[in-house]
């Protein structure tokens, strides 16, 4: 051996154990156990036998790097106390070459779950996982895959999805996408799959109270404990309801599969603690209830179900969550952030901080925030708001007024008005002394700011869980025949609910990629329960219309969406056909797919006539430049691939998943839609140019 290999030898060894200390320091951060990979290839497999009935919930691996993976499994236990399991890592399925062997702890306390850091492994590489307990019994074995270095070329394919219903829907999609990816080329099959929230719905139907909904089966998925009954639904209470509802997603064989095959990147978004959840405080009946202990129960359960690289306040133990301890009370004071100044609020949100950035070779840095955590309460839900709706324009809110309500003391220059003129009558502002609206925080957007500005990825990609893109309509241009004229000078918005209502905290984060010369921006998003493409802006016409990047939100994998809804809703409503139409043959059409980027004539000629071109001749070139395409209907999961050069997403639409598909493959597909992006200079306006895949998209372009 030359001098030169001694001394990188020597240098590896060093780098090896440095890397070795920071890996054991990173393992207690995160509450997991440990182990480093080694020369164990001659090492025999445990004896023992699968038993997959013991380990219920399956195996899932989470948040990879290019050295390390996280593994989670669940083996309960009656009683309480703890038990060891082993994991055992290969680098094949058969687990021939084991590189990795360590104990594990599942305890009572954290619902029988273990999470294992393996470090030490080689990048952009495939390995399989399993888990035993003391008697043999073994868990169904897991696939995962470790990131590129960050100077790795190749190009980084990925898929992202959202909201996913056992209670309600099939996962038909997730059978696709594993289908799709058993067929693929090793190039082209997929790194991870990227999770932007609502895992569970915490919001349960009973099927002997509801045997459907819209055209759902409302499918049997257990009993709350000690729930909460809202309207039709039953909620947690406890950190018990909440476990209980991530088991029974869990139990989806599609889900349990997916986990098992690709390594997951997660974060939350509004149902994984509440569905009109901000802060620490739930909202059921229009007033906001503090619920500080509940929102720790939600944050604890997440931890326990999803393996990932998060902070945790409560301490080192490698076990469990350590819950802090609040008690349940007002929070009648809010800071100059909008975040509620009280200490049980501050130490129920802090117990879990989720945001963190994942660096996927030179390409791609995903920056995930949280949107619900250190939220303010939606201006347009609040009392007062609903003096800006009108039963004749259904889920319209006026734009000027929405400006207005979310710039709060900064709204009109600094000058907010005391009230806001609305269909002939002077409504009080509420916001006017308050501080503008913020989904992200104070200290979560300068985060996000500097990670921005400091990636050197070829595309920083922001996951943002809900919606940036405005959506919006033009009720100005009805005609006189349908009724009285839409009584505001402006457009016609949906409210709020999501980011793209964030107009002031939007503009402010666009101007600065603007003024940073921060290229390859892009934003992912999911939550709407539908598809889009188009471009990241802060305003749209009138004001100056500057895209500073490309915006995608993903649809749901199998939770109902809008178009489903209006199916079965304004029925007689002279505004209907804006909506949804109902054709002769059965079929219904999403309208408001037209309504959305091209406007309401349009829709209506649409109905009228069937011809698309010809309706598209009437479209509002003002209303909605940010838009490339629109499904309010669809369901699914989209795939990311990310190179040097550009930058592809591709909307992979299923049929509304009522059943569980009878095929290996999930069942058809509606259509594959793919949006190409050519890399874009700093200050440059990006382009997406669209192909049509497979299928027929409809009115959705």
């Not at 660096?359 to 949107?371: K, P």
């Amino acid at each position: 051996m030359s001098t030169h290999d001694h001394a990188s030898d020597a240098a590896a060894s060093v780098k090896a154990r440095g890397g070795r200390r920071q890996f054991l320091k990173a393992a207690a951060s995160l509450g997991a156990a440990l182990a480093w990979s080694g020369r164990l290839d001659a090492a025999a497999p445990l004896p023992g036998q699968e038993r997959r009935e013991l380990f219920p919930q399956g195996v899932a691996s989470g948040d990879p790097d290019d050295h390390s993976v996280l593994l989670w499994t669940r083996r309960p236990y009656s009683g309480a106390g703890s038990r060891r399991l082993t994991v055992e890592v290969a680098r094949d399925p058969d687990f021939r070459q084991i590189v990795a062997r360590t104990v594990a702890i599942a305890t009572a306390a954290s619902d029988w779950t273990s999470r294992v850091l393996v470090g030490g492994l080689r990048p952009a590489s495939e390995y399989w996982y399993r888990f035993t307990d003391e008697a043999g019994n073994r868990s169904r074995v897991g696939r995962t895959i470790t990131a590129p270095r960050p100077s790795d070329d190749r190009a980084v394919r990925f898929a992202y999805a959202c909201c996913q219903s056992v209670n309600e829907g099939a996962q038909n999609a997730y059978r696709r996408m594993i289908w799709d990816d058993e067929r693929a080329p090793p190039a082209q099959r997929l790194g991870f799959v990227l999770h932007m929230g609502d895992f569970i719905y915490e919001m349960v139907e009973y099927p002997d109270e509801v045997a459907h909904r819209y055209d759902r089966t409302i499918y049997d998925i257990g009993r709350i404990p000690d729930g909460r009954k809202v309207g039709n639904f039953h909620v947690p209470t406890t950190l018990d309801g909440y476990r209980m509802v991530y088991r029974a997603h869990l139990d989806d064989p599609d889900i349990q599969d997916a986990r098992a095959r690709f390594p997951f990147v997660c974060i939350g978004d509004n149902h994984e603690f509440s569905l009109a959840g901000w802060q620490s405080f739930i909202n059921f009946t229009g007033t906001d209830e503090p619920a500080q202990p509940l929102r720790v129960a939600a944050n604890q359960a997440w931890w326990e179900y999803i393996p990932a690289r998060v902070r945790k306040s409560s301490g080192k133990s490698l076990d469990r969550f350590d819950p802090p301890a609040v008690v349940k009370r007002s929070i009648p004071t809010f800071d100059s952030d909008g975040f509620g100044d009280e200490e049980n609020n501050r130490l129920a949100v802090d117990s879990l901080v989720a945001r963190r950035t994942f660096r996927y070779g030179r390409h791609v840095d995903l920056i995930l925030t949280d949107l619900h955590s250190y939220a303010m309460e939606d201006p347009t839900s609040r009392p007062g708001a609903e003096d800006f709706s009108s039963k004749d324009f259904p889920f319209l809110f006026p734009q000027g007024a929405l400006e207005i309500l979310d710039g709060g003391s900064a709204a009109n220059g600094d000058s907010p008005p005391a009230a806001i003129e609305f269909d002939g009558k002077k409504i009080a502002n509420f916001r006017k002394g308050e501080p503008p609206f913020t989904a992200l925080g104070r200290v979560q957007k300068a985060w996000l700011k500097q990670q921005l500005s400091a990636s050197p990825a070829t595309w920083k990609i922001w996951v943002a869980t809900n919606g940036t893109l405005d959506m919006r309509t033009d009720p100005q241009n009805l005609p006189a025949d349908l009724g009285r004229r839409w009584p505001d000078p402006t457009y016609g918005t949906f409210g709020g609910g999501d980011f793209s209502a964030a107009l002031h905290e939007r503009a402010e984060l666009y101007d600065h990629v603007r003024n940073e010369r921060i290229a390859g921006f892009v934003v992912i998003s999911g939550d709407r329960h539908s598809f889009w493409a188009g471009y990241a802006a802060k305003a749209l016409p009138p004001a100056e219309y500057d895209p500073v990047g490309l915006a995608f939100i993903t649809a749901s994998l199998s939770a109902p969406g809008l178009a489903e809804a209006l199916e079965h809703g304004l029925k007689g409503h002279k505004l209907r056909s804006l909506y949804t139409v109902d054709r002769p043959d059965g079929r219904k059409e999403a309208t408001i797919n037209l309504s959305l980027k091209h406007g309401v004539r349009t829709a209506l000629d649409y109905v009228r006539n069937s011809d698309l071109a010809r309706a598209k001749l009437l479209s509002n070139p003002a209303l909605a430049p940010h838009l490339e395409f629109v499904d309010m209907g669809g369901h699914g999961y989209s795939v990311v691939t990310a190179s040097a050069e550009r930058i592809d997403t591709e909307f992979v639409c299923v049929p509304r998943p009522i059943t569980r598909a009878a095929t290996p493959d999930g069942g058809p597909i509606r259509y594959r839609v793919l949006h190409r992006a050519a890399r874009w200079k700093a200050g440059d306006v990006p382009r997406l140019d669209r192909t049509i895949l497979e299928g027929d998209i409809g009115v959705s372009a």
